[in-house]
């Protein structure tokens, strides 16, 4: 059984029956934290809180609320063997918005593995000293194989052929991308379909917003 499908222009979401732990929302934090209580660090991830991708480094997307830190974190184990594959740094150099990581394809990391599912977390750093004090949201990513239908698909195509094939990520990023250039309507329909229509006028940062400052990896 699928998952409600959502129609419109040309794209239809149509995602897994698949769900998993966590929350695409932070909680409440501490009094002392960077970010004021009635707002929330949000991934932007279905309602079940899992996605696929074809992408071993995949992006995630992410909104973040007005916050006067200066880092955020990401770190990623495997699911099943709970090993560290990834934890890594990034600059904040934006206030507010929509912003993204990747996981680094730097000649050291490794690429996610096919068939792998994987928890990642997304931290925004609040207290250097003390871990406690981070707002968290937590989300799962699996890799599956390349779909012949994407190899010669323009941009513009790419968000509906992710959509219809259930790929949560690559269709969110093919659809960040569009909207940089000027057309947002897939990126509405997307975050519509997970009920995140409240963050569709929400600016959506650029790529270069978030550096990554460092990293350790299981490559290393």
Same mark, same amino acid.
């Given at each position: 059984m699928d998952l409600p499908a959502i129609a419109q222009s040309r794209l239809r979401l149509r995602l897994p029956d698949i769900s998993a732990p966590g929350n695409r929302q932070s909680g409440s934090?501490? #009094? *002392?934290?960077c970010i004021a209580p009635r707002d929330n660090l949000i991934s932007l991830v279905p309602q079940t809180n899992y996605g696929q991708t074809v992408e071993g480094y995949p992006t995630f997307y992410f909104y973040l609320p007005p916050t006067e830190a200066r880092q955020l974190k990401l770190v990623m184990l495997n699911d099943a063997t709970n090993e560290f594959v990834y934890e890594g740094r990034f600059s904040?150099?934006?206030? #507010?918005?929509?912003?993204?990581v990747s996981l680094p394809n730097n000649g050291l990391q490794r690429p996610l593995e096919v068939g792998q599912r994987y928890v990642w977390y997304l931290a925004v750093i609040c207290d250097e000293n003390d871990p406690s004090a981070d707002v968290v949201v937590e989300g799962y990513v699996e890799r599956v194989a390349p779909i012949a239908a994407a190899d010669e698909a323009s941009p513009t195509v790419l968000p509906a052929i992710y959509a219809e094939e259930g790929l949560w990520y690559d269709a969110v990023n093919? %659809?960040?991308?569009l909207k940089e250039d000027g #057309? %947002? *309507?897939?990126?509405?329909?997307?975050?519509?379909?997970?009920?995140l229509d409240d963050l569709i006028a929400v600016p959506l940062l650029t790529h270069l917003s978030f550096q990554e400052q460092s990293a350790a990896s299981d490559s290393q």
């Open positions: 934090t501490r #009094s *002392t934290s904040i150099q934006a206030n #507010s918005g929509i912003a993204s093919a %659809s960040a991308e #057309s %947002s *309507t897939e990126w509405e329909t997307l975050l519509e379909a997970v009920e």
